[in-house]
């Protein structure tokens, strides 16, 4: 479709996937915290307000009109006095996606709307309701009421809507609400919580990636995140692309041979993805993280897949160590320009040069300090030109030569890449900032970058190396105020003027950063301008 197109990381943005924190995310308690993939218990009501400033710096340079009339409810809040004692008012409803009053983009696209309209389609919602609930062992009859296909049920109770049902599959939350005649029995409304809830649902670049005029399907490889793929997998099969484009739609899956193999063959031959570990660089050419959620057979089979279909020359896997911290390869990296890249420098050759002399190579073997330091990178270029059968294959030494090799050989640039080293390279605020997503990065053009404030040293580089650093926080307050003195403002001039070319937008980050994910894990780019 013409409205889904990405040849590259770094192109002018103008079309994305997003979700908006729901409710589900207030439902995380300590002791699940940790298989949610969470670290800690967030605060919702504040990460929803941090999301909010990300929703509107994206609305801003994507759909400013829209951004013109969320600004016209805020003036409308503001203008009510409020006093000095607590009152824990409501998000918004204009915020909310699930509100009628929501103010819906279709360049800033919630995912939730896409799902809400596919489930209109009564086929289709059987088809999804059906898979969740058998994911999610859900008893027959409470399939059959979510159907509407209970008759004695109906009788006293209203139909449950596209809209209450999406509320249902995400944040495993369900309301029955009597009608007329239920209402007259005495029957009251039942609310259940049926399925546990999706709080990694916020980061939508895991859940597919656009290669091209394709999209490839994530298959997670933790099990609380395969609803997320289930449901994004019937978005883009009914809603992003008609069926004769089917083709465009690119799924892996394991051998026919898979369920013979025992316990320890299976490890080897099973097939997870997730978009954090695919970077679309150069309409020729992708990168592919080999991680703790991207398996090497799933290596295997997309490179096979994107050569088969022509899509790309080029393909190289980044193998990187199998560990939280960098679970995929956008943790560990992300590109801000043609020839400007940030880092986490543990996997840097900078960082690995000062061990050259150090004692540690000659007191343990090999293997053994590899996994003391835990920066092991291995770096396989595979180019779709076969030599006696095989694709022809580069290897580089350090990940900073694979970014002087695509700024020279896939965007001709004549300078050398430069690398902005996470922390500085300085012990511990590398760690503690690639941990808090510094080098988690989203383009919203060339040069134009979104990341957390928390990150502060990180910024300071930033700064040394000629960019400007502006929260995003004031940017929006100043186009408000410019807004409320002229109606009329023409928000995309005034943020040329406002913001230069190289720019790093901060986005207030107490809450969004506890989840393990920046900018870069909260958006699935649809449609890029060509560079």
């Known amino acids: 479709m013409s409205n889904i197109k ?46 909010d400033v990300y929703k509107k710096i994206l609305l801003a340079y994507l759909d400013p009109d829209v951004l013109k009339t969320w600004f016209d409810y805020e003036l409308k809040d503001e203008a009510v006095e409020i006093g000095l004692e607590f009152r824990d008012r409501p998000r918004p409803t204009y915020a909310k996606p699930s509100s009628p009053d929501f103010l819906d983009s279709d360049k800033v696209v919630e995912v939730e709307k896409l799902l809400e309209k596919v489930l209109e389609d009564e086929s289709v919602r059987e088809q999804i309701v059906s898979t969740i609930c058998e994911l999610e062992r859900i008893d027959f009859v409470t399939l059959q009421r979510l159907l509407n296909l209970d008759e004695v049920w109906l009788e006293q109770y209203k139909k449950v809507s596209a809209k209450k049902l999406v509320k ?15 209402k007259k029995k005495g029957e009251k409304r039942i609310s259940r919580q049926l399925f546990p809830p999706i709080p990694n649902f916020i980061f939508t670049r ?32 009914y809603h992003l692309f008609n069926k004769d484009e089917w083709d465009k739609i690119i799924e892996l899956s394991e051998d026919n041979r898979f369920f013979l193999y025992d316990e320890a063959e299976m490890a080897q031959q099973i097939v997870t993805v997730e978009g954090g570990d695919v970077m679309m660089v150069h309409k020729d050419h992708l990168l592919i993280g080999c991680s703790e959620r991207t398996t090497p057979n799933a290596v295997n089979k997309l490179v096979k897949k994107l050569f088969d279909k022509k899509l790309v020359k080029k393909v190289t896997a980044i193998i990187i160590p ?31 040069e000062e061990y050259a002399d150090s004692l540690v190579s000659d007191l343990v073997e090999k293997e053994e300090r590899k996994s003391m330091e835990e920066s092991d990178v291995r770096i396989v270029q595979f180019i779709n030109r076969k030599v006696k059968g095989k694709y022809q294959q580069k290897t580089f030494e350090h990940v900073e030569d694979l970014f002087d090799d695509i700024s020279k050989n896939d965007f001709k640039s004549k300078k050398k890449a430069k690398v902005i080293y996470c922390g500085g390279l300085k012990y511990p605020n590398d760690l503690r900032e690639q ?12 040069g134009l970058v979104v990341g957390y404030d928390r990150n502060r040293e990180t910024s300071k580089i930033f700064i040394e190396e000629g960019f400007e650093v502006i929260r995003a926080i004031r940017l929006i307050d100043k186009l408000k105020q410019l807004y409320r003195e002229d109606k009329n403002l023409d928000i995309k001039k005034t943020l040329k003027k406002l913001v230069p070319k190289d720019t790093l937008l901060l986005l207030p980050s107490n809450e969004l950063s506890r989840a393990r994910g920046g900018s870069h894990c909260m958006s699935m780019p649809l449609l890029r301008g060509d560079i």
């Open 168 to 182: 249902a599959l995400i944040t495993g939350i369900i309301e029955f609400e009597p009608n007329a005649k239920g």
């Open 6 to 51: 990405v040849t590259s990381e770094i192109g002018t943005l103008k079309r994305l996937l997003v979700h908006s924190p729901d409710g589900g995310i207030g439902k995380v308690i300590p002791k699940k915290a940790q298989d949610w993939l969470y670290e800690d218990i967030v605060d919702l009501k504040n990460m929803q307000a941090e999301y």
């Open 322 to 352: 199998n560990q939280r911290e960098t679970m995929h390869i956008d943790t560990v990296f992300t590109q801000i320009k043609k020839d400007v890249w940030v880092m986490f420098g543990p996997f840097s050759k900078k960082q690995r």
């Open 435 to 446: 941990w808090t997503d510094a080098c988690n990065l989203l383009a919203l053009k060339e």
């Open 206 to 237: 895991d859940i597919g990636i656009v290669i091209k005029d394709h999209i490839l399907l994530s298959k997670t490889s933790k099990t609380v995140r395969q609803r997320e793929s289930i449901l994004f997998k019937y978005i883009a099969y």
